[in-house]
């Protein structure tokens, strides 16, 4: 979906990027005519104002840009055959409006051209939009008017379809639940709802002629005919959307449950396979330390892989990945002497990048236990919270890191991060590795969320 930007000081009151709520209907506005206005001048405006013009357009939104263009197409044929049926003697005039309707249709048709065909665009002006729009619409349904004659109500189907299609992609884009129900009963009481009967009702007491109460009569139907028309799209087509969504949110869940159930018997079934070889193992050695350094492995192993699910689950934090590795290294008798504080290890970060840090907390411990550390610190630091640095400090010597073997699990580590991001650098006892880790947009928001 559309992301929403600030929205403009509209009759001295400003939008926020949350849904508007009110105490008169679901989705409805604060009962009071400047935020009336915003929510008007907001839709004419277009959902297109609203956007950053970086997010690909979401389905629900190709359906409606799919009706829109339908519905175009319908008022300009409804027009071409309306044309076809007028006398030779005003085809000249009528044939200007056509084709100045037929500019107005294509002028609105290229934002939902552009979305069905999965393109987004940079965001025009506020005042911009709401001039080129209203103009737009304002010819459009002016000529059609003209062209069709008294057989207004077969237009007024495709322009209120095309209304409501425009009005709900505004609408899913600013955040603001439709409510045409509401739409349609303060428009019913309205002051320009209130001028129109007042002069349809002058009309009729001047004795105006039969022809003009005609034409007021059929125009004033026309418009309700497309206003409910409009209200029924809206409608309709957002309780449909909604029900879609629902149904792919229970079809989501159902694979994730499968997924679980499959991941769960197979963790089942390592476990059994792991105490098996193990109990081979401990069979096979003749004392106590070597049982009992193997039955910590199969602690590490069997924590390894609970974080693995943890990892799946959702989002974890830095200490649910940190504490397998801290407490192996205990184990092994190595003295941790420094770990991060708890308030950098709570914060949570998303699949993609806790599968990263998980990497890095293995391959720069295992590489220190393995080089024959006795003391070790574990320290953690943020960058502009656009990056985590992790850093493991040991006392088992200097090293090359530029010599490290092809295949090891730091030099597959530094070719995918790159050398910039993995530095070393020479301590009293021993070296300092960093590895710099760059958060995805999802875990910079979980991080923005817990402060």
Known sequence: MVHVRDLPVLGNRRWENEPVTSGVGSGGLHDDGSSRLDLWLAMLAGDRVWGDGDEDPSTRQQAVCALMLVALAATLLVQWVALASRHADDLGRLAILAALSILAAAALAVRPTRLLLGRQSEPPGFLFSVIWRAIAYLVLIASTTAVIGSYRFLAAIPLGLLGGSDALLTLWAIGVAPAPRMWLKRFLFSTIHFGVLGAMLAALFFEASQETLTTMLGIYVAMWLGVLMAGITVLGVNRLSAAVDEENLRKEEAVRERERLMRAHWLHDDVL????LSTLRLKSVGDLDAARAELEELDHRLRLRQLDEVIRGGEPHLYEILQPHLRRIQSLGIQLYRVPPLELTN?????????????????????????????????????????????????????????????????????????????????????????????????????????
Do not use: C, Y
């Not at 720069?364 to 953690?380: E, P, W, Y």
């Open 273 to 276: 396979s792991e105490v098996h």
């Open 347 to 451: 914060r949570r970060i998303d699949q993609e990048t806790a599968q990263l840090f998980h990497r890095a907390v293995s391959v720069l411990t295992s590489n220190a236990i393995n080089a024959g550390a006795t003391r070790l610190a574990v320290d953690l630091f943020s960058i502009e919270d656009d990056t985590i640095a992790l850093t493991v400090t040991d006392d088992a010597g200097g090293f090359d890191l530029d010599a490290v073997p092809a295949g090891r699990g730091l030099s597959n580590l530094i070719a995918d991060l790159g050398p910039r991001r993995v530095r070393r650098r020479d301590t009293q006892h021993g070296s300092a590795v960093t590895v710099t880790l760059p958060l995805t947009a999802r875990s910079r928001a979980l991080s923005k969320e817990a402060v």
